[in-house]
């Protein structure tokens, strides 16, 4: 009787009763410093497009960017370089939270790996933008201001890249969400916050992309908590680290 009562498994456990291992450690400082880079990358990168960039003003738009083509360059250069940093999140976030579900930390990153593909993709319409502004001999066959609107329109396209992009972005980091509420490793409150935050952009991103006067009249502002989330776990990981769980009592 003592032999198969000792061998008997434990009463669902479950995995976040299991002890922290190193690597998740390692793990969890790497992906908050990397949120709190990219962030800073991120807005950077947002305040350059947003001073260069004039809505519904083709001729303004290639002006500006003429004057400061370095700078328009290093915001593009500044997103390749979030794209690389993403990699590395996703691999981490995993490496954290494969623990309490290793199917569904697959499916997050998935999520999050298209959604870096199709930025990826994106990002080469800046620089069709950008050689259409060039002057190159071969351009000049073709009218100032219809290359003008040419480059405006490429540059249209690239922000609704990036909404579609923000798609699977915020199901990706909402699925990593709930993992980190089921985990117990952070605050819940800061769970909740990202799970509400990233499925906010995800929908509002499909919103805008059927009614566009709703992007007219809010802006980006319905990516505050996704921010605020991103920003508060960054800090937390690189601060605090992961804590393990107290077992409950039943």
């Not at 494969?98 to 569904?104: F, G, P, Q, W």
């Not at 909402?174 to 117990?184: D, T």
Request: with cysteine; net charge positive; charged share 15%.
């Amino acid at each position: 009787m003592s032999t198969i009562v000792m061998n008997r498994p434990l009463d669902n456990p479950g995995p976040t009763h299991l002890p922290i291992e190193p690597v998740q450690r390692t793990a969890a400082k790497t992906v908050g410093f990397l949120y709190l880079f990219a962030m800073a990358i991120s807005i950077f990168g947002e305040s350059v497009r947003g001073r260069l960039i004039l809505p519904h003003d083709a001729v303004h738009t290639a002006s500006s960017i003429a004057a400061s083509e370095a700078l328009f360059r290093l915001s593009i250069v500044g997103d390749l370089i979030i794209y690389v940093c993403d990699i590395v999140l996703f691999w981490g976030l995993y490496v954290i939270l494969k623990h309490v579900s290793k199917d569904v930390a697959l499916l997050a990153v998935f999520f999050r790996l298209v959604e870096t593909a199709i930025l990826g993709v994106t990002t080469l319409t800046a620089f069709i933008a950008l050689r259409f502004l060039s002057g190159a001999d071969y351009l000049k066959v073709v009218d100032t201001a219809q290359l003008q609107a040419l480059a405006r329109g490429f540059l249209s396209v690239y922000g609704i890249g990036l909404s579609v992009g923000f798609v699977f972005l915020g199901l990706g980091s909402a699925v990593f969400s709930y993992l980190w509420l089921k985990s117990r490793y952070i605050p819940r409150g800061l769970a909740w916050l990202g799970i509400f935050g990233s499925l906010l952009m995800a929908t509002m991103s499909l919103v805008t992309m059927v009614f566009p006067v709703v992007w007219d009249r809010v802006g980006m502002a319905y990516m505050i908590p996704m921010g605020l989330y991103e920003i508060g776990l960054g800090f937390w990981l690189l601060i605090k680290g992961i804590k393990a769980p107290t077992p409950q009592r039943a």
